[in-house]
């Protein structure tokens, strides 16, 4: 009960808290302090906090669930829109600030460099789960369609991991993608641990198995939630 009721005391300085690095950007960028380029600053700051909140968001369920701790269910939806909000700013100073919107030069780095290419990907895959975060979105959706769409929040972080580290290449630094890595690999361990305890590839089987032996039915048929960082010459 403590635990809740700290956790419920906490959550708003949380959600508050997601918000100062962008308030630092904000705050930095009007008084001239981003650095001597500014612009890779801000798309490079925005990708890594994109990828920070949207580990923290994942990390959500198996905290709750290893440590008893429910109340933080009430995080993970604001930890998932605040780190699209910084996707979101991460395209923008891309595309916008550093490339004028000009579409010809979006379109040569998306088929030329597989950093952008990835990136892009990433940000196709995080869209709809930044537009299905409201409780409307749940309700249309039903729960059940709206838990399966929001688990591409993995595909998401494993290529936003993937556009780090073709990022970090360039550089030949990696420790804060070995550090990104392990999170990840021990969030996604987790994962599958928790879906094997809980039967989940016995259930997987036998809906393989019922599609499979399903008169006149296609198989399965009865089976019923970044750095786009341009490099400079």
Not at 38 to 62: C, K, N, Q, Y
Not at 80 to 108: K, P, Q, R
Not at 133 to 154: C, E, F, M, P, V
């Amino acid at each position: 009960m403590f635990a809740t009721r700290l956790l419920n005391f906490l959550r708003p300085f949380a959600l508050l808290a997601c918000g100062l690095p962008l308030a630092a950007l904000i705050w930095n960028g009007l008084h001239g302090q981003l650095g001597s380029n500014p612009v890779e600053h801000l798309i490079g700051s925005s990708g890594d906090w994109s990828l920070r909140l949207l580990l923290a968001t994942l990390a959500v369920t198996p905290l709750r669930k290893t440590l008893g701790l429910h109340a933080l269910a009430r995080w993970r939806r604001f930890l998932g829109v605040w780190s699209f909000v910084y996707a979101l700013l991460h395209l923008a100073a891309y595309a916008w600030l550093d490339l004028g919107l000009n579409l010809t030069e979006i379109t040569h780095d998306l088929m030329t460099r597989p950093m952008i290419t990835v990136g892009w990907l990433a940000l196709a895959c995080m869209l709809p789960l930044g537009l299905t975060s409201s409780n409307g979105a749940i309700r249309r959706l039903g729960a059940a369609k709206w838990q399966r769409l929001h688990r591409l929040a993995y595909l998401v972080a494993i290529l936003s991991l993937l556009h780090f580290l073709l990022k970090k290449a360039g550089k030949n630094d990696f420790a804060e993608v070995w550090i990104h890595a392990g999170l990840l690999s021990a969030l996604l361990g987790w994962r599958l641990h928790d879906f094997w305890q809980r039967g989940g590839l016995a259930r997987w089987r036998e809906r393989g198995a019922s599609g499979c032996t399903h008169h006149g039915g296609a198989m399965g048929a009865d089976i019923a939630p970044i750095s786009l960082q341009r490099k400079r010459h």
